[in-house]
């Protein structure tokens, strides 16, 4: 089955500058690429996401890249600020498994005023 | 307020127990997915249902079952609890029976199995 790999485990930064969180998955056929926020005592939430017949996808100071040759997608989080502190998940699946996410384990983002 | 509904947010049970999870989607979304979160394994996927029948199953044990009822809502039954069940048990829905479109997750159930 797939499996993704997060890198790093835990990531601390002080306010205003980038964070970047890698993943990299096995199965070529995935094609859907969620990232997730998770907060204490809450659910995941979708912050961004890309599909696999795009290359980078933007939104305010969130970006996400995707290289399918490498098969690898990252987070980048430019401007950070304290409430961006959080678990960040990536996950992959494709379309004939449902669209089941398969999980990273989580980066733990620390942003320091 | 996510609008995926999931209750108890926590439950205290004994080994060999059977407990009930209970989820309601949010307003319009057919599917629902259910998630497990350890701290040894991450957030392992379960099982998905859209509107009302099974559509892929992932790491579910036998000891576990699902059902999504006509109203939408699902329930996730766990029986013959052990100790290494305890974990965080999450409910998404989203509104395709694909979930490329995004999940929303609920704020989960804490299982503590004692």
């Known amino acids: 089955g797939e499996n993704v790999e997060q890198h790093p485990s835990t990531l601390s930064v002080q306010e205003g500058d980038s964070a970047v969180i890698k993943c990299t998955y096995s199965?070529?056929?995935?094609?859907?690429f969620p990232w997730y926020k998770q907060e204490l005592g809450k659910g995941p939430q979708l912050i961004i996401d890309?599909?696999?017949?795009?290359g980078e996808k933007k939104d305010q100071r969130i970006a996400v890249t995707l290289n399918k040759t490498a098969k690898h997608f990252s987070l980048h989080i430019t401007e950070t600020q304290p409430e961006d502190s959080a678990v960040y998940f990536c996950?992959?699946?494709?379309?004939?498994?449902?669209?089941?996410?398969?999980f990273g384990k989580g980066t733990s983002l620390l942003v320091t005023p | 307020d996510s609008g995926v509904t999931q209750t108890p947010k926590h439950l205290i049970t004994a080994t060999g127990q059977r407990v009930t999870l209970r989820c309601s989607p949010r307003?319009?979304?057919?599917?629902v997915y259910w998630y497990q979160q350890s701290l040894d394994q991450g957030l392992q996927f379960l099982i998905q249902?859209?509107?009302?029948?099974?559509?892929a199953k992932g790491n579910i044990l036998e000891r576990f079952s699902a059902q999504q009822f006509p109203d939408l809502h699902s329930e996730l039954n766990l029986s013959s609890l052990e100790l290494g069940d305890s974990a965080l048990y999450f409910c998404?829905?989203?509104?395709?029976?694909?979930?490329?479109?995004?999940?929303?997750f609920g704020s989960g159930t804490r299982l503590t199995v004692v």
């Open positions: 199965d070529s056929a995935s094609n859907y």
């Open positions: 998404a829905s989203s509104p395709s029976v694909g979930g490329d479109y995004g999940y929303t």
């Open positions: 996950a992959a699946s494709r379309s004939n498994s449902g669209y089941a996410l398969n």
């Open positions: 890309i599909r696999s017949n795009v």
């Open positions: 249902y859209y509107n009302g029948e099974e559509r």
């Open positions: 307003s319009g979304d057919l599917s």
